[in-house]
């Protein structure tokens, strides 16, 4: 019961912290955490430059592994589409006969309890292996245990291995030594030093690059904007194809002459979140349809439900990577189909967390979403030739502030 009631204030904590990094709240407890946060974003962003300038002197080394590897991430949290563009690229790699496995941190999974790390700790009992969410030939591990991005990728992609673990030095030996692989795709990576030989693919949502350009938590900033100079590639997310000269400017300050490839997150089919059926989109034309979604931008989701031809009678939006209960599950299908619904929809990372001994009345679809490329290149196979199998040589990689013609001199700004 006290766990219940303590989880139940964090997640009305965490909700208001998002509302005000958002601007979607504007009253005064709304105001006065917002002062709260900029004092603990100044404490964050002394950090962030102590940890680089840490690694920039060599008093924490990044390790070299041996094989490719390849970082999808963001200067951002939440919301830039890095699972699609993680998936789209280990399936052309794997298809071009790369042994390839995914390595993620496990956000929002089951953790090892507390006590059992202490116990560990003091009997210096060594730290248990990394998870194998797929072996590349089965799927070994639920949501709940591997986490919402790591289940959905094993379960996309037959013959690439995911694996998490905090620690990704650790993941990447042990797939290397144990699976073979010989490229490595760090799910989220773009802040994770510890690795050398890499490719750093940056992802910005082009719809909402940088928020209100303040780091967590009163922004979305993890790190500084012009820290983008460690990218390899530019790939602007969630594009209309419209220009922005502004965005494009801010990439050229601070990572001049770097390939920049726009594309876009479009919706492919309707997938029943419980079995096999598949429905297309245009079946959603006039539908009165009930939103499920715990993402972090559920705008985007519901704004591709609507541009469908949907009706949207009730929107339910959760915290991104919430856990959904039996009790809010049960309230949310008798809301709908009082609502008029005829008609579920969610999102296919949301559809993971869904158990499915819960089905609702309604039918129950997840959105099935993928990268399209809009310019820069043909299309994403360009793009992995491009990026993965370049014509000349690549070059031995640089320590991660070294990307760049004058990086060292940018770092300290």
């Given at each position: 019961m006290?766990?219940?009631?303590?989880?139940?204030?964090?997640?009305?904590?965490?909700?208001?912290?998002?509302?005000?990094?958002?601007?979607?709240?504007?009253?005064?407890?709304?105001?006065?955490?917002?002062?709260?946060?900029?004092?603990?974003?100044?404490?964050?962003?002394?950090?962030?430059?102590?940890?680089?300038?840490?690694?920039?002197?060599?008093?924490?080394?990044?390790?070299?592994?041996?094989?490719?590897?390849?970082?999808?991430?963001?200067?951002?949290?939440?919301?830039?589409?890095?699972?699609?563009?993680?998936e789209?690229?280990?399936?052309s790699?794997?298809?071009?006969?790369?042994?390839?496995?995914?390595?993620?941190?496990?956000?929002?999974?089951?953790?090892?309890?507390?006590?059992?790390?202490?116990?560990r700790?003091?009997?210096?009992?060594?730290?248990?292996?990394?998870?194998?969410?797929?072996?590349?030939?089965?799927?070994?591990?639920?949501?709940?245990?591997?986490?919402?991005?790591?289940?959905m990728?094993?379960?996309?992609?037959?013959?690439?291995?995911?694996?998490?673990?905090?620690?990704?030095?650790?993941?990447?030996?042990?797939a290397?030594?144990?699976?073979?692989?010989?490229?490595?795709?760090?799910?989220?990576?773009?802040?994770?030093?510890?690795?050398?030989?890499?490719?750093?693919?940056?992802?910005?949502?082009?719809?909402?690059?940088?928020?209100?350009?303040?780091?967590?938590?009163?922004?979305?900033?993890?790190e500084?904007?012009?820290?983008?100079?460690?990218?390899?590639?530019?790939?602007?997310?969630?594009?209309?194809?419209?220009?922005?000269?502004?965005?494009?400017?801010?990439?050229?300050?601070?990572?001049?002459?770097?390939?920049?490839?726009?594309?876009?997150?479009?919706?492919?089919?309707?997938?029943?979140?419980?079995?096999?059926?598949?429905?297309p989109l245009?079946?959603?034309?006039g539908?009165?349809?009930?939103?499920?979604?715990?993402?972090?931008?559920?705008?985007?989701?519901?704004?591709?439900?609507?541009?469908?031809?949907?009706?949207?009678?009730?929107?339910?939006?959760?915290?991104?990577?919430?856990?959904?209960?039996a009790?809010?599950?049960?309230?949310?299908?008798?809301?709908?189909?009082?609502?008029?619904?005829?008609?579920?929809?969610?999102?296919?990372?949301?559809?993971?967390?869904?158990?499915?001994?819960?089905a609702?009345?309604?039918p129950?679809?997840?959105?099935?979403?993928?990268?399209?490329?809009l310019?820069?290149?043909?299309?994403?196979?360009?793009?992995?030739?491009?990026?993965?199998?370049p014509?000349?040589?690549?070059?031995?990689?640089?320590?991660?502030?070294?990307?760049?013609?004058?990086?060292?001199?940018?770092?300290?700004?």
């Amino acid at each position: 019961m006290l766990r219940r009631i303590f989880q139940e204030k964090a997640e009305a904590l965490e909700q208001l912290t998002v509302d005000v990094i958002f601007g979607r709240r504007d009253d005064r407890t709304a105001r006065a955490w917002g002062g709260v946060l900029r004092g603990l974003s100044c404490v964050f962003h002394g950090l962030v430059r102590l940890r680089a300038a840490l690694y920039r002197g060599r008093v924490l080394r990044a390790r070299h592994l041996g094989c490719l590897v390849i970082v999808v991430g963001n200067l951002t949290v939440g919301g830039t589409g890095k699972t699609p563009v993680v998936e789209k690229l280990a399936r052309s790699l794997h298809a071009r006969g790369r042994k390839v496995a995914i390595l993620s941190r496990g956000y929002k999974s089951r953790r090892e309890p507390v006590f059992r790390q202490w116990l560990r700790a003091i009997a210096h009992v060594e730290a248990p292996p990394p998870r194998v969410v797929s072996d590349g030939e089965s799927v070994l591990l639920d949501s709940e245990t591997a986490g919402d991005e790591p289940y959905m990728l094993a379960r996309n992609l037959p013959g690439v291995l995911v694996i998490t673990d905090k620690d990704r030095v650790k993941a990447g030996l042990y797939a290397i030594r144990k699976f073979g692989v010989d490229t490595l795709i760090l799910d989220d990576g773009f802040q994770y030093y510890k690795l050398q030989d890499h490719l750093q693919l940056l992802l910005i949502d082009k719809s909402n690059p940088f928020g209100n350009g303040r780091l967590l938590p009163r922004g979305i900033l993890r790190e500084p904007v012009a820290n983008m100079r460690r990218a390899s590639y530019v790939f602007l997310t969630k594009s209309d194809g419209s220009p922005d000269d502004a965005l494009a400017a801010a990439i050229e300050s601070h990572r001049p002459g770097t390939d920049v490839i726009e594309c876009t997150h479009a919706p492919k089919v309707l997938r029943a979140v419980h079995g096999e059926e598949e429905v297309p989109l245009e079946a959603l034309r006039g539908k009165p349809v009930a939103a499920l979604s715990a993402i972090a931008v559920p705008e985007s989701f519901e704004g591709f439900v609507e541009g469908l031809g949907a009706e949207v009678v009730l929107r339910r939006r959760f915290l991104d990577h919430h856990r959904f209960s039996a009790r809010e599950l049960r309230a949310f299908y008798a809301a709908a189909a009082e609502a008029g619904a005829e008609w579920i929809v969610t999102t296919e990372k949301d559809a993971v967390r869904v158990p499915p001994d819960l089905a609702p009345e309604l039918p129950f679809y997840f959105l099935r979403v993928e990268i399209e490329i809009l310019s820069g290149v043909a299309d994403f196979e360009e793009a992995v030739s491009r990026i993965c199998f370049p014509k000349r040589p690549r070059t031995a990689s640089r320590p991660p502030f070294a990307a760049g013609p004058g990086a060292r001199a940018r770092e300290r700004d």
